[in-house]
């Protein structure tokens, strides 16, 4: 179980008296994160989520609130931070930044069809059409610098195919930094995996864990959906997925001939960025109990799969 701070259940008593929700009945950690602590959380009121941030810069959550309020009013599924009796919706318990939300419906699906693939298609269109006119900005801590100083610390440490792989990268990275490729940009999800997904049957009803969340490439964002949302039980491209997750993005939002260009290099971009994490994380938490901590070497075969991309992105006649 991923919780790297645990809580009793007086502390957490003592934290909900705050809210309008009636007294605490239960609450349990929640399984696979990686990064912050998770708790569901049941009160008279309802059921929630709790999220300690484990991670990152806390004066960067206040722009989480104000996205997640920005989505919600374009009618988009998400969680949204609850306010306690005094309007406040950011918090402190156990000395970490704690967050509670309404726990949304649905389940997350592992294996997906195209249906649901063209769902997340369209979803990810909408957060990008919702985001990318609003003054709502946030450099990605884990972008293109990055994943540059990340890549060459690593580079040392591998051989064969894949440092060829890593080396290639690091020169398109140069390239894009000293030419910008010219790509639309908004507030990206940056983590849409099927495990921050819900659907009920093939209804898309939720899309949970914002704390990724950054200004980027929209490009960027929709390759790191298909790169896991679309591969078969071999871990390579299923073609049909890939199709309808892009045809439901390309419904609500066109592709640009640059964006068609930089496809496949994005694919392989999107692929490093979470093997460079995952490869980080388990050198960090090797041998300790209770952490979840990803296998890297998926990300690892999928960057050296997408040498060669069969397929572009749909664009309009």
Do not use: R
């Given at each position: 179980?991923?919780?790297?701070?645990?809580l009793a259940q007086a502390e957490l008593e003592t934290f909900v008296a705050g809210f309008d929700l009636g007294r605490l009945i239960g609450f349990q950690g929640i399984e696979g994160g990686s990064e912050n602590s998770n708790f569901f959380v049941s009160c008279e009121q309802g059921d929630f989520v709790l999220t300690l941030v484990e991670r990152g810069d806390p004066a960067a959550l206040p722009f989480l609130v104000e996205l997640l309020a920005c989505l919600r009013g374009a009618g988009l599924a998400v969680p949204y931070a609850v306010a306690d009796r005094h309007?406040?919706?950011?918090h402190q318990l156990k000395g970490r930044p704690a967050l509670l939300q309404p726990r949304l419906a649905g389940r997350h699906v592992e294996q997906p069809d195209a249906s649901h693939c063209e769902a997340v298609g369209g979803w990810l269109a909408q957060l990008h059409l919702a985001t990318r006119d609003t003054a709502l900005a946030r450099p990605d801590e884990r972008g293109v610098d990055w994943m540059q100083d990340q890549a060459r610390r690593q580079l040392p440490q591998q051989s064969g195919p894949l440092a060829e792989a890593l080396e290639a990268l690091l020169a398109q990275?140069?390239?894009?930094r000293r030419q910008d490729p010219g790509l639309p940009r908004a507030v990206l999800h940056a983590d849409l995996f099927r495990d921050n997904?819900?659907?009920d049957g093939h209804h898309l009803s939720g899309v949970i864990d914002f704390y990724n969340a950054a200004s980027g490439w929209m490009l960027y964002?929709?390759?790191?959906?298909?790169?896991?949302?679309?591969l078969d039980s071999e871990g390579a491209l299923e073609p049909r997925r890939v199709r309808a997750l892009l045809a439901g993005y390309a419904a609500r939002r066109a592709f640009t001939a640059a964006e068609a260009q930089c496809w496949p290099a994005m694919l392989r971009l999107a692929a490093l960025r979470f093997w460079l994490s995952r490869q980080i994380a388990a050198e960090e938490f090797a041998g300790q109990d209770g952490v979840l901590v990803k296998d890297p070497q998926h990300f690892a075969r999928l960057l050296l799969q997408h040498r060669a991309v069969a397929g572009g992105l749909p664009l309009a006649l």
């Open positions: 179980m991923s919780v790297f701070t645990p309007g406040q919706c950011l990275l140069v390239h894009w997904v819900l659907f964002d929709v390759a790191i959906a298909v790169n896991d949302w679309c």
